[in-house]
């Protein structure tokens, strides 16, 4: 019975701060709509960019940012991969070509997109070397 409740807990306990990140970007928008909610596009290079790999353990790991993402806003990651063994599939890999070259033209990695509900640019930043407290309230500045 400890065995089962101790793999409930944790099952749970995991469910409650994993982040809710979304694997279509037109269904992100339409929800953002609904839920009057912006979104956060995040333009990352997973296994090769290391300012990439910084924020996504410094920032999006971060209890303060997980708190702050799961009330506020909806996130969506478009990656880039380099190496053979994360190869996206080829329809991902064309969704994130084509946001790449509506919001990311330049080809700046990591970019952090905030865009309002109806997917209008509300600003854009990079990796910063602060605190996540200090970089979610550089995100709050953009929906201010």
Known sequence: ???????????F???LFAQDWQSNF?????RAKVESK???LIFAGSDWC?????LEKS?????EFVAYSQENLLLYKADFPRKKANKLSAQKQKENDALAEKYNSKGYF???VA???EGHVLGKMGYENVSANEYVGLLKKYFE
């Open 1 to 11: 019975m400890r065995i089962i409740l101790f793999l409930f807990s944790v099952f």
């Open 59 to 63: 920032i999006w790991q971060s209890d």
């Open 110 to 112: 990591p970019l952090v």
């Open 115 to 117: 865009l309002d509900s």
């Open 38 to 40: 912006p979104v956060i």
């Open 50 to 54: 290391a300012p990439c790999i910084k």
């Open 26 to 30: 037109a269904q992100t928008l339409q």
């Open 13 to 15: 306990g995991v469910q």
